[in-house]
């Protein structure tokens, strides 16, 4: 079966059924491999995307949920780590192991489109769902500020 979705601003058509995870669209149909599978049970978050401006867990989202709308993965933020929470996570040393990171990444840019100066809660209320094994939530936390402080300049 055919669906048309707009990836990262690119209108597509694939050929998937209808309850084919949006995660395995991402990856194995159109090549996009920067979305990780992690728990497979919208439980981690390491699959998190954009479905029209809004963080959902990919691996969970069926590919029907999206047709006709916009997806925004890990490689719509830059493909040259420009965007300021890229740089915010590269001069926090965020990553370790670094599989959680595009979703963690993703759960961070929504919100900071929808809260330009979070507090302390709303940074841990916004990327609960969102597990790093390394433990690296206070730097996760700290770029986030510096990420938007950068944004905020603009």
Not at 31 to 39: D, H, I, Q, R, S
Not at 125 to 133: E, H, K, L
Request: with cysteine; proline share 5%; aromatic share 4%.
């Amino acid at each position: 079966m055919s669906t048309s979705l707009k990836i990262n601003g690119k209108t597509m058509t694939v050929k998937a059924e209808p309850d084919t995870p949006l995660l395995w669209v991402i990856r194995d149909e159109v090549g996009l491999t920067g979305t990780k599978f992690g728990c497979g049970m919208a439980l981690c978050g390491a699959c998190t995307v954009h479905l029209d401006g809004q963080p959902v867990r990919s691996c969970q989202t069926p590919l029907s949920a999206a047709a006709g709308k916009s997806v925004n993965t890990i490689e719509s933020l830059s493909r040259n780590n420009t965007h300021p929470l890229q740089k915010a996570w590269i001069a926090h040393d965020v990553p370790q192991c670094g599989y959680c990171q595009s979703g963690q990444l993703m759960s961070a840019a929504a919100l900071l489109k929808a809260n330009k100066n979070p507090s302390d809660a709303d940074i841990d209320a916004a990327m609960s769902g969102n597990i790093c094994r390394c433990g690296t939530y206070s730097r996760i936390k700290a770029a986030i500020k510096t990420a938007a402080a950068e944004m905020n300049k603009a």
